[in-house]
């Protein structure tokens, strides 16, 4: 099975910031993989495909990046409804969901 | 509009079963592949299972395989998880979810339902 690790599992940010989570997988699973965002309450909206892909309608201050093992998410600047848990999840092999970042306002 | 929408949850004892059905609209659900993702409280994501558009092929979490079944209707637009033998460990909120691609869905899930909750407790 392809294991996901995020980091941070947790991270807080003032508006306007620079935000960068990382997942890394347990093997090269070339450009497989999305980014999700989860608010309270709510089903995941997926934000991110093929690594660096931006889903239709989502704001253009999120992106990603990386292939292989290492992957990047970023927010460019921070606005408070991005206020959520975020997950990566891979696709070479089934699936897996990385644990999830939580993001919160400083 | 595409939509999900998941039904079936409810409270029940640990070694009894439960059906879940999650109905689609708005799209050519005969299509696409999907899937069942599930949430403990508090906890993240955790991947279920996986259907192909056609029926022919289905994959399980090794947390479930041999106690859970996928399953389709295309006639009536409708996925179903079939849960035999519960646990206390399988009390989540459970999410039906589309494959992005047409085919066999391993790949982006698009479309989401709100969810439904499954608690198993005496």
């Known amino acids: 099975d392809i294991q996901m690790t995020q980091s941070p599992s947790s991270l807080s940010a003032s508006v306007g910031d620079r935000v960068t989570i990382t997942c890394q997988a347990s093997q090269d699973i070339s450009n497989y993989l999305n980014w999700y965002q989860q608010k309270p309450g709510k089903a995941p909206k997926l934000l991110i495909y093929?690594?660096?892909n931006l889903e239709t309608g989502v704001p253009s201050r999120f992106s990603g990046s990386g292939s292989g093992t290492d992957f990047t998410f970023t927010i460019s600047s921070l606005q408070p409804e991005d206020i959520a848990t975020y997950y990566c999840q891979q696709y070479d092999n089934l699936t897996t969901f990385g644990q999830g970042t939580r993001l919160e306002i400083k | 509009q595409v939509q999900l929408v998941e039904s079936g949850g409810g409270v029940v004892q640990p070694g009894r079963s439960l059906r879940l059905s999650c109905a689609a609209s708005g799209f050519t659900f005969s299509s696409y592949g999907m899937h069942w993702v599930r949430q403990a409280p508090g906890k993240g994501l955790e991947w279920v299972a996986v259907i192909w558009y056609d029926g022919s092929n289905k994959y399980y979490a090794d947390s479930v395989k041999g106690r859970f079944t996928i399953s389709r209707d295309n006639s009536k637009n409708t996925l179903y998880l079939q849960m035999n033998s519960l646990r206390a460990e399988d009390t989540a909120v459970y999410y039906c979810?589309?494959?992005?691609?047409?085919?066999?869905?391993?790949?982006?899930?698009?479309?989401w339902g709100q969810g439904t909750m499954v608690t198993v407790s005496s």
């Open positions: 093929d690594a660096s």
């Open positions: 979810a589309r494959g992005a691609v047409a085919g066999t869905g391993l790949d982006a899930f698009d479309i």
